[in-house]
């Protein structure tokens, strides 16, 4: 098969899932929302494939292959269909659902997100205001000699360490406070504020790190919870979110094509034309056309899951770097390395290719399918603990048409609390019986 049959082949196979898990599992169904959002990606990369420009990028650059393609379509297919099972309103009874550990873990977060947030926030606002280039801050973010400087001296060395502890922590706080509103009823002064502080963790990373991401990331957060708690609200309620809802993802637009200008110069052909359907489906092209071919052996690790390997005494990296990355400027010149490109959205299933190899990831997807399977399976009965791994797989694989938060030292503290988290409420012999009717009353 040529390129451009493999990339047909890639968008029509994603929207036939989509329609398969629409007609089998409906629309509140996790993996029909995965689907979904997976088929319009797929979508948005053969129109990328198709633009005339699109050998002026990195994945124009390399040949799109049905091996690799067959390799994407599994992967995909096992962490989009591994939520099918899922249902909240299944639940009766939650175990280790331990009222004061849970409600403590939060104030916790609350208050350390909070110390953190008063020392960084101003920081990140001066600089997006002084910056007269975003896009120069935004590359900054890559630069090892910029990035030392930043970081250099005592209290550069211990902003960075907060950094890294905090940077994952407003999901985690979130799933806390989803779990304590769904199944007890009520939201505290406590939960009000730890919203407000995901909203400004959020505002802290777009702002200091000019991420067009960012912006995007939360509010799959917020989708994948409003899909499993859908049974959990009044209709009145639902109507109030999604107005809510509306009105900031105008907002959020108007940020994000801000952000977008401003990153990438006044072309305006380059950037209506291109980046944002490149934003939206390169990473299924950087998948088949980059990553595929060109990772010679799995890294196991080395930048995935670099905290992991730092505590086993394994070598790791934790700095990204756009070193040869495309430059943008009025030429739309081109200036990249392409082997092993970390620095580019590459996709869920490029995280399990790009650890394990082309066999392993298939592999490790597939006990990931059955592992997710086995939580629907029992789900009558789920650790409280179980339900935040729902909640953060899921929010990770949406992300997945772009690339999964859970990477990197920063990303890996995420499981790392998770574990501890675990740790304590499996020591808890409390559990929770979920009543019939999931209706908040108002």
């Known amino acids: 098969m040529n390129e451009e049959s493999v990339v047909i082949a890639n968008t029509l196979f994603h929207v036939l899932l989509f329609l398969y898990c629409f007609k089998r599992y409906k629309k509140k169904n996790l993996s029909t929302l995965l689907s979904f959002f997976y088929a319009l990606s797929s979508i948005a990369s053969l129109a990328y494939f198709e633009n005339p420009l699109y050998s002026l990028f990195p994945a124009g650059e390399g040949v799109v292959t049905i091996q690799a393609a067959l390799v994407l379509w599994f992967i995909d297919g096992c962490c989009i269909l591994a939520f099918s099972r899922i249902d909240f309103d299944k639940i009766k009874q ?10 403590t873990v939060e104030k916790l977060i ?4 909070a110390v953190y947030l008063i020392l960084a926030l101003p920081l990140s606002i001066r600089d997006f205001v ?38 994952t922590t407003p999901l985690l706080l979130l799933s806390i406070i989803s779990v304590r509103y769904a199944f007890q009823k009520r939201i505290t ?16 990373i777009v702002l200091g790190n000019v991420s067009r991401a960012t912006i995007m990331f939360a509010t799959f957060d917020l989708i994948v919870l409003f899909v499993l708690y859908k049974d959990f609200f009044a209709e009145k309620v639902k109507k109030k979110i999604i107005l809510v809802s509306i009105s900031l993802a105008i907002g959020v637009s108007f940020i994000f094509a801000a952000i977008s200008i401003s990153r990438f110069g006044d072309d305006k052909s380059l950037v209506e034309n291109v980046n944002t359907i490149r934003y939206a489906g390169e990473a299924n092209l950087n998948f088949m056309s ?3 071919p060109d990772l010679k052996t799995p890294l196991l690790g080395y930048e995935d899951f670099a905290l992991f390997r730092s505590i086993m005494g394994l070598d790791y990296t934790s700095t990204g770097s756009r070193e040869g990355t495309t430059v943008y400027n009025s030429d739309i010149k081109k200036k990249y390395k392409y082997y092993n490109p970390t620095y580019i959205f590459h996709g869920a299933a490029g995280l399990f290719l790009f650890n394990f190899g082309a066999v392993g990831g298939m592999f490790i997807a597939f006990l990931f399918y059955l592992y997710m399977q086995r939580i629907g399976k029992r789900q009558a009965k789920i650790p409280v603990v179980s339900i935040f791994v729902v909640i953060i797989c899921a929010a990770n694989i949406l992300k997945g048409i772009c690339y999964m938060e859970i990477t990197g030292l920063e990303g890996n503290y995420l499981i790392l609390y998770l574990i501890l988290l675990s740790l304590f409420l ?16 108002k």
Do not use: C, P
Not at 94 to 103: A, P, S, T
Not at 110 to 113: A, C, M
Not at 149 to 166: D, N, R
């Open 189 to 204: 002064t406590w939960d009000k504020f730890g919203i407000v502080l995901y909203v400004l963790a959020k505002m802290n």
């Open 94 to 103: 939650v175990l280790h659902y331990d009222r004061n550990v849970l409600y």
């Open 130 to 167: 002084n910056s007269g280039d975003l896009s120069e801050m935004r590359n900054s973010q890559y630069d090892a000699t910029q990035i030392a400087a930043k970081y250099s001296g005592i209290l550069g060395f211990i902003f960075y360490k907060f950094q890294l502890y905090v940077y």
């Open 426 to 441: 499996s020591l808890s012999n409390k559990n929770l019986v979920v009543e019939s009717n999931h209706q908040i009353k």
């Open 110 to 113: 609350i208050v350390i997100l």
């Open 290 to 292: 980059l990553l595929y």
